[in-house]
């Protein structure tokens, strides 16, 4: 098997947290995951995505517009409704489309020329189908890490192990055809992890899961970054998934970068929110803070204001003394905006 360099942390060695099995998979808990192959170590200063002006098309439709953006290591979310462009992204890091125009670096090494060593270096989970018909997972698995240049002693020990990892250790010399959508996902996952890479790629891995696959899969992904120190681009038009497992998250809409945040600040906008409620004129109180500049919704019993300037309710009060209508305020509270909000307020 490879082994770690000497003096090197080996992250994936050790004791693992417990990480649910899907019922009827076949597996057990999991098992601790040596390293699988030698290459750089990643640091802290080094960014795992650094892009600079990235325009990206298909033919003459352009996806990607002026894409700028700098990931440090860690679990990001890459969010955005169908069509916004991630898919596309990703697939440029990778160095499966040419870059158009600008530049994009992975784990500190040029997208246009180190292409093969990016790959190297990178798991990736696809959202399409990439299993193989006829094939059993062990194989799959095992054949995933020679692509990468394991020999095939060392690939097929560590495909038992990620393979028990992700709770498929007693369905590993099953056909991959009786398999059900759950435990193709965490196969997905599996053969991404066999080289144990640097940087894992996952786009939509919670597709098609059940309630209880999705949280074990969810699961995984936690461990993986938080435990084993993996960093994590995680590519889903699901928030939830995101909220659960990452620690910022990026948002595309029609290629552009319209939103980037730690998901600890995603749960209060940058610009202050107040909850108004009383009685009276609110709709008029609401239409005067909007003349003002300021957003106002309606919500049970009152008004959210999301102010467009300060962070005290002064201009709240302001806007009272001019409304014609009598305006009466029981409760007026800072609001807490959720990460749902402000993911629609972003691609709106």
Do not use: W
Not at 23 to 52: D, F, Y
Not at 220 to 242: F, T
Request: glycine share 10%; aromatic share 4%; proline share 7%.
């Amino acid at each position: 098997m490879y082994h770690a360099a000497a003096g090197q942390s080996n992250r994936l060695v050790g004791a693992t947290p417990s990480v649910p099995t899907l019922p009827g998979a076949g597996g057990r808990p999991s098992q601790p995951i040596p390293r699988g192959t030698r290459r750089p170590a990643v640091t802290q200063a080094v960014p795992i995505l650094l892009t600079e002006g990235l325009f990206q098309s298909y033919g003459p439709k352009l996806v990607l517009h002026d894409v700028s953006i700098r990931l440090m290591p860690g679990a990001i979310g890459l969010l955005g409704p169908n069509g916004s462009g991630k898919s596309t992204l990703l697939r440029t890091l990778l160095g499966l489309l040419p870059l158009r125009q600008g530049r994009a670096t992975v784990l500190g090494l040029d997208v246009a020329t180190s292409a093969l060593e990016v790959r190297r270096r990178i798991g990736l989970v696809p959202e399409s189908e990439c299993l193989v018909p006829g094939m059993t997972a062990v194989e799959l698995t095992t054949y995933a890490g020679e692509l990468v240049g394991m020999r095939h002693v060392d690939a097929r020990e560590r495909a038992h192990q990620v393979l028990y990892y992700v709770g498929l250790g007693e369905a590993r010399y099953r056909d991959l055809g009786t398999y059900s959508q759950g435990m193709k996902q965490r196969l997905k996952l599996a053969q991404a992890m066999v080289h144990d890479p640097d940087l894992l790629l996952l786009d939509e891995p919670t597709n098609g899961m059940d309630p209880p696959g999705r949280e074990a899969m969810l699961e995984l992904i936690r461990d993986i970054s938080r435990a084993k120190g993996v960093s994590v681009i995680l590519s889903s038009h699901l928030l939830p998934d995101v909220k659960e497992t990452c620690s910022e998250v990026l948002v595309l809409k029609d290629g552009r970068v319209v939103d980037h945040r730690p998901i600890d600040r995603a749960a209060v906008s940058e610009r202050i929110a107040y909850d108004v409620r009383g009685r009276g004129a609110l709709d008029e109180l609401a239409q005067v803070l909007r003349a003002d500049g300021h957003d106002a919704v309606p919500i049970d019993g009152g008004v959210r204001v999301l102010l467009s300037r300060g962070d005290g309710p002064e201009p709240i009060f302001e806007a009272v003394l001019r409304v014609k209508g009598e305006v009466e305020i029981r409760h007026l509270v800072k609001a807490h905006r959720s990460i749902e909000e402000e993911f629609l307020q972003a691609v709106s």
